[in-house]
């Protein structure tokens, strides 16, 4: 454990921060505040710092987390939720996660665990969710007393009344999510349970179904089933239910919707067969590049080669300055990603497909993902799908991003071809990233051209305008060795010259590395580069940029 004497820095607290930090989080003595902001932070610093010893950290390792844990809460960069400001350090045995979702069964006991349940939940300040889908409807017989059911949203009140007799006692008030499925007998109780104002502890929403949606898109009716027996109970149309979720939406805020076979169909539920998805996280597309320590990864590599982690990613130094972040490694990744301002991350996944907007700022910058998913602003955080066209400014990268250290091509390069007559093509092509193998590149897709992909004439050519004497020396001195056997210039018309390198596998190489057989207008720049090393990327830049220049000086 880091030492107990706490760091000399003082917090800057509002009256409001102090009131609240008073009646919620300080720890208390018969009654009595015993704890100061300062120390609370200190307290909670030390407990979450501790666990990183289970991981081979030293004491000395330990002690900088605490510090620097503690720095970001006085300064008020970071506060972990509430749960762990109530109960981190004091030893009681309580949780420090915030959200739970509880199983309610269809049976006395089990319905009155997951009340019991709640309460020790929420009276240590965490929230809860439950799925009422597999209570029997209302009526429903009841086999071993002879009676009737009386419905999941009686039960739904005995759960709302035990939050609100814990909220008295406990340390801030419980919150709660409930679920019942568009196909259960009582849906249209649960819909409008909250418009006599008696639940006051829930946020509610319908699972809507594939069956329903269809039947609403189409003006039709859909079944109703109770879930004890799996029997068809009844049909209601699709449009009146839909109309009365409006309504009681309208009134009271509730109920929301789930489209709960749409997500648990999807690779946004990686477990389906622990349980179902409720809700999901924002997030942004497959090609969307990522600012990490390796350089700008898309997001559907990251999702497909660090799902556990190992990789760190870029920080904005405005919103978590360097000096905050812990210089060791401990997550798979270099030193070094912690001095570029990368953190790693824990994992990363594919939540399936998601409706997106897009988000394009008068400079050209551009960014597809999830409505909710949230852009710093000039006034904060918002979601993209609330940002004011001409109104907001978007924050972007404000320091320099940072490049892999490894150098190594994607792509392997033998030194020896087979063709399908049998006869053998060498070719010394590079192993690694450099400066001139970007300098090619970017003069190739800048004024060059590429056959490759099964063309009648496999071919790699280059274009040098009259005044292009010194870059095409330069070049011509990389190719041909790498070709095998040297190339010399053809001259065009009005002075222009070519080097033209036939084969199917230099060329083949070449397209490997992202450049690709398109017209003028189409072309692009081998993607590759924005994931690998300085070098090859300034030399791809380099040599784009000098053969657009040279064809514009072109009559």
Known sequence: MPSETRPSKLGR??????????????????????????????????????????????????????????????DGYFLPNSPTLMNAGKENALQYSACYVLPVGDSMEEIFDSVKAAAIIQQS?????????????????VHSTGGRASGPISFLRVFNAATEAVKQGGARRGANMGILRVDHPDVLEFIECKLDGGITNFN??????????????????????????????????????????????????DPGMVFIDRINRSPANPTPDVGLIEATNPCIAGDSLVATDRGLL?????????????????????????????????????????????????????????????????????????PDHRLMT??????????????????????????????????????EFVGRNGRRYRHALPTRWSRDLGLVLGWLVGDGWLRASGATYPTVGLVF????????????????????????????????RHLMYPGKFFAGFLQSLGVRSRG????????????????????????????????????
């Open 125 to 141: 300040g965490g929230g809860t969710g439950f799925a009422f889908s597999r209570l029997r409807p209302k009526d429903d017989i």
């Open 204 to 253: 509610i929403s319908v699972a809507a179904t594939d069956a329903f949606v269809e039947a609403l898109a189409g003006d039709g009716e859909y079944e109703l089933i109770n879930p004890r027996t799996g029997q068809v109970t009844g049909r209601l149309r699709a449009r009146d239910v839909f109309a009365r979720i409006v309504g009681a939406a309208w009134r009271t805020g």
């Open 13 to 74: 607290w509002s009256e409001p921060a102090l009131r609240v930090l008073r009646e919620r989080y300080l720890s208390r003595e018969q009654g009595q505040v015993r704890e100061s902001p300062e120390e609370m932070c200190w307290r909670v610093a030390r407990a979450i710092a501790g666990a990183e010893s289970r991981f081979g950290r030293s004491e000395a390792a330990v002690a900088e987390v605490a510090a620097a844990f503690y720095d970001m809460m006085v």
């Open 465 to 496: 305008g009259g005044e292009d004497d010194a870059a095409l020396e330069r070049i011509a001195g990389l190719m041909n060795p790498w070709f095998g056997r040297p190339v010399e210039a053809r001259t065009r018309a009005r002075g222009v």
């Open 298 to 370: 898309r997001m559907e590599r990251i999702a497909s080669a660090f799902t556990e982690g190992g990789l760190a990613v870029k920080v904005d130094q405005r919103l978590v300055p360097s000096r905050l972040m812990v210089w060791e490694g401990t997550h798979d990744v270099p030193l070094s990603a912690y001095g570029q301002g990368c953190l790693p991350i824990s994992r990363a996944f594919c939540s399936g497909e998601r409706d997106t907007v897009t988000v394009r700022t008068a400079a050209g910058f551009e960014l597809t993902c999830t």
């Open 520 to 555: 003028a207008g189409a072309k692009t720049g081998p993607g590759t580069f924005v994931s690998d090393a300085r070098g090859p990327s300034v030399g791809c830049l380099s040599g784009v940029f000098t053969a657009l220049r040279t064809r514009r000086r072109e009559p």
């Open 378 to 415: 000039d006034r904060g955080w918002v979601q993209a799908g609330m940002l004011r066209v001409g109104a907001d400014r978007v924050w972007i990268q404000s320091d320099p991003g940072a490049f892999a250290d490894d150098a190594t091509l994607p792509v392997e390069t033998p030194s």
